[in-house]
């Protein structure tokens, strides 16, 4: 597991909380300087990691998307069956899907998509603190978004399975539903549909968050067409789109390239 850590803030110390919790406590670091770099974050990370684990920090003028791209190589280290987790936090001061899409990490996000073995597990922040507030959640749920029992999903059910530190996994699933939860290897829940997908998502999910010592992990089984110009389709945009700035959420992408 790696944490992009572009500062230290609020959305640095949920990825950090994530990381620990779900990679059972082991996991790379690394920072990437830009314009407005706190020069002394190396020495307030040591400070609040406690030294571990330390924060690579690379050259000024280095490109934070080919560093990233190395990083989960190094750990891969040649093997086919290690899936690296890039945690990418992401404050934001307001809710502006522009601003997001202008950001360095949205365009890291839309490459490591394309990059085999890897997954993206975005941690989003809205708020004007710039420091770390020294609260965490206490309970990890993870929820993969469950349409079919396809070839898709079972690898999201796979990946969720692997991750430590789980209080409760379950798929979950809209709409009418004519396959057995056997299928998945996990219980999968029911939820309607009256409208739109990303509603329904945030109704389900705002019920687990609506308790302040949970967060939800969602894993979304997404299908990566690398043959075509828009790589994702509509759905998975518009479920990025609605959990984009929902507190106490991790969205994590577990792409099937096709």
Known sequence: MLVYADALDVAAEGAVWYARRTAGGTFAAVHVPGKTTDTGIRARWFDFTGGEPRLDVKP??????????GEVARLRGGRDDVVVTVVVPEQYRKRSLLAA????????????????????????AVTSERRPEGRVPDRLIVRVLAGEPDARTRRAVEYAQGLAG?????GLHFGERDWDEAELGIPVDDAPLPGRLGDAILTEVRKLTADPATAVNVVLPERIDTGLRRLRGPRAIAIKRCLLF?????????????
């Open 101 to 124: 899409a202008q950001r360095a990490q949205f365009r890291l996000k839309l490459r490591l998509l394309t990059e085999p073995g890897a997954v993206v597990a975005d941690v989003p």
């Open 60 to 69: 000024v003028g280095s490109d934070p998307t080919e560093v990233v791209l």
């Open 246 to 258: 929902e507190p106490h959420v991790i969205l994590s992408s577990v792409p099937t390239r096709e």
């Open 166 to 170: 789980v209080d409760e996994l379950r």
